[in-house]
């Protein structure tokens, strides 16, 4: 079932935001024109991930300042997972997540 996030005209470069689907956080970011959708939630400890910063294509968590490469979500650190990346589904002006 297609669960709808946001209209597509509305992604812009920067774009971030947070969504509750299925009793999941999730965060849909735009990066290089680029949509990206993850949990939003660290994998070193869980802390939540839209207040991380960004730059160069690296998302730093606040909590204990894990990184991870964007759009991978691979860690920059050893000792830590990836980011848990969500494949985004697409239907008429939407972006939304199949569940
Ligand atoms: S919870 Fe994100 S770095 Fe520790």
Do not use: K, W
């Amino acid at each position: 079932m297609f669960v709808p996030l946001e209209r597509l005209i509305n992604l812009d470069e920067g774009y971030r935001n947070t969504f509750q689907v299925a009793g999941r956080r999730l965060l849909l970011l735009v990066l290089d024109n680029q949509p990206l959708l993850m949990e939003d939630s660290c994998p070193h400890r869980g802390a939540p991930l839209h207040m991380a910063t960004l730059s160069n294509g690296v998302l730093r968590c606040q909590r204990h300042g894990m990184a991870f490469q964007l759009p991978s979500g691979r860690p920059l650190q050893e000792g830590c997972a990836g980011l848990m990346m969500l494949e985004i589904a697409y239907e008429g002006d939407r972006i939304g997540i199949d569940v």
